[in-house]
């Protein structure tokens, strides 16, 4: 990904601004990159085999340096997530940023975002209405987009629920934040109304604590902690409800795709052993349709782009400050969690800085990961 020379007028031109506390938006962008609903030449719907924001521009932020977002409700910090939450959100509106963490003002010149792609499901539990209320005190008509409705409408829409359906169950495998929210579920309560499905169904939560940050990290704990929390969420459910198919398990976490084989495999042992998993049971990544309501958005508010290309697309990981107190800081240059965890809101003080990214940021297995499952994104970090 390039740096962009100057920052560029509020256009349709100008990108879109992905977020996610670290590289599991990337899993969002990839869908962002290859969603292929509408013809492009017509604007009818139906897929053409170009996707449909084949000539958008992307600014992606993933916040690594205050990762794991899934931890702050933990540790009685929910508020300062909200307000890293909406940091995120104004780096993306800005339009300049640091070029690098010891530069003390941003030089670097980015065009400000034209709509927010909030591509972190424990950020869309707690905070879009702050960012929202921001947005609207701009006044300029920027939208947003979560990935929890979507993540609920995709799964409503697989497990094919009616009026009339019959008892079942869906389970939710996600962040210990976002679990926390309760956002899922209040969601699904929420759209099965909407839907007038009468039927008893069961939500089970599975806050899936240290997987998300073992897949940031590329840690080989990643698929035995993948393994045992869908485990523990079936058999939870086969101890109170025995008779209720599971007919999906959303994929809370945007990290959680880069387990998915791992989570095939844990299914298939688990059928052998008559777990109560439905006979058309489906894990449901929320990203295809985050990507399909970030375009119906642009459609609808006439800012799709008509010339921008990808390639000018910019990325941005943030890193500690080299310049905070050693206690601060662990021997390889990250926030201690004590410190962390520890801080409140309302400071001005700077602790982490987003710069550019660089491909030295991820292990080499885990940029090969990326390479693997998301070939569009890998291909736009590598430029
Ligand atoms: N990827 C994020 C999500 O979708 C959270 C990971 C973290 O805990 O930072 O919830």
Redesign the pocket.
Known sequence: MTACACACAWADEAPIGVF???L??LTVLERLLDVDQVNNATGLYGPDGVPDLSRERFVYLGDQAN?????YAAEGKSDYLRELVLKDAKFLLATNYYRTAEERTPSGCKPRAKIIVI???????WGPDDVRKYLASIGDGTKVVG?IEAGVRATLDQVGAKADSAPFAVGVM??P??IASGAYERTIRAELKARGVKADVRVIGQGCAGL??AI?CGSPAADAIAKSNLVALVERHRASAPSVPIKAVIL????FPFVQDTLNRAVAELRAKGAPLAADFRFVDPAFYTAAECHRLLRETGRLSTSAKPDASLAFLSVADPSLPSECLTADGQLTRAFKYGRNTGSCAVTTKPVPFTRERFGDDVFRNVGRLLPRTASLLSR
């Open positions: 996610d506390s670290g599991g938006g990762m794991p977002y899934g931890d591509a972190c499901n424990t950020a869309t539990a990935v996600a962040t934040g976002t998300a940050d940031e809370g976490c945007t990290h």
